[in-house]
């Protein structure tokens, strides 16, 4: 499986041309049309993409999320996150990605996953917006690119703070997408933080280049708690205070959506996506699925390639 570390490396793999920016790109649909390859293997990158499709046929995978909504969307690519698509090229809208390089030295968004937290990959899931809101996030796109293709000195400090406009934006169509209950719950902040952290804990540990002594560490809630410098038992009480999840669940639902992502997008076997997942055993991480799932990972992948 191909991994672009860099946006360069990215859009060099895909067919497009390199960014005026290491760190930072904006491209419409429709200028990449004549060039994009219009069917890509799963691969990886390293940044976030936040896209608005305005129009277009075909299907994009990101995750395992393969039910991508026909109209207007909203879509994220989350580092490491496994990526595919077959599309036609007649796709309308924007995109920007920016890297972790971006982020750190910005005074915006040293936060970014707490504040915008459908960045998470395990919460980066496509949603459909009303046409009525579309042309306010066209709009937005519109401004940036026109600022990133200006020569002025100072562009950068106008377009993050237009990208903070944007992700605000975003946020709220989000919002919608949430229960009542999650809304209108009052979390104290400490614990709303640690949660986060947590989270984010999880997901990055899972990175192909975490290195552990043991299989077993990634698995268990006393890992995490030892990172956070918490008791075991307060972090798990805080998580299901707040997410109605034990900490173990957050940890059996991510490897669920990683696994998922391997088996139906990639061509890994059974094996291989066990160790890569850090289980002891595959017929550890096959009982694990079965018992989540209801299915084994190989009729979970014949399954899927079915009905895709």
Not at 167 to 183: D, G, M, T
Not at 204 to 213: C, G, I, Q, R, V
């Amino acid at each position: 499986m191909k991994h672009f570390k860099t946006i360069s490396s990215y859009c060099e793999g895909i067919g497009i041309p390199k960014p005026k920016h290491p760190h930072f790109d904006i491209r419409s649909f429709e200028e990449n049309m004549k060039v994009v390859k219009n069917k890509t293997p799963p691969f990886r990158h390293e940044f976030y993409a936040i896209a608005i499709k305005a129009d277009g046929d075909g299907k994009a995978i990101t995750g395992h999320h393969t039910d991508f909504p026909k109209g207007a969307t909203i879509f994220f690519n989350s580092p490491f996150q496994i990526i595919s698509w077959d599309i036609f090229p007649n796709w309308k809208g924007y995109y920007i990605m920016f890297s972790q390089d971006f982020i750190a030295q910005s005074r915006y968004f040293k936060n970014l996953l707490q504040d915008f937290p459908f960045l998470k990959i395990e919460k980066a899931i496509p949603f459909e917006i009303e046409q009525g809101d579309l042309q306010n996030i066209l709009n937005i796109y519109s401004s940036i690119q026109k600022e990133y293709r200006s020569n002025a000195d100072d562009k950068f400090q106008l377009i993050e703070s237009m990208v903070l406009l944007l992700l605000n934006f975003v946020k709220r169509y989000f919002s919608k997408q949430i229960s009542e209950a999650e809304a209108s719950s009052k979390i104290r902040a400490a614990d709303l933080k640690l949660l986060a952290r947590y989270q984010t804990l999880i997901q990055t540990s899972f990175y192909p280049t975490t290195k552990l002594e043991t299989f077993a560490a990634l698995h268990s809630t006393s890992y995490y708690a030892q990172k956070l410098n918490v008791h075991p038992n307060h972090l798990n009480a805080v998580v299901k205070a707040i997410s109605g999840i034990t900490a173990l669940g957050h940890i059996h639902h991510h490897l669920l959506q990683l696994a998922k992502s391997y088996l139906l997008q990639t061509e890994l076997s059974v094996k291989e996506i066990a160790y890569t997942l850090y289980f002891d055993s595959p017929n550890n991480f096959s009982a694990f699925f079965k018992r989540n799932m209801e299915v084994t990972p190989l009729e979970y992948r014949q399954n899927s390639k079915a009905i895709l």
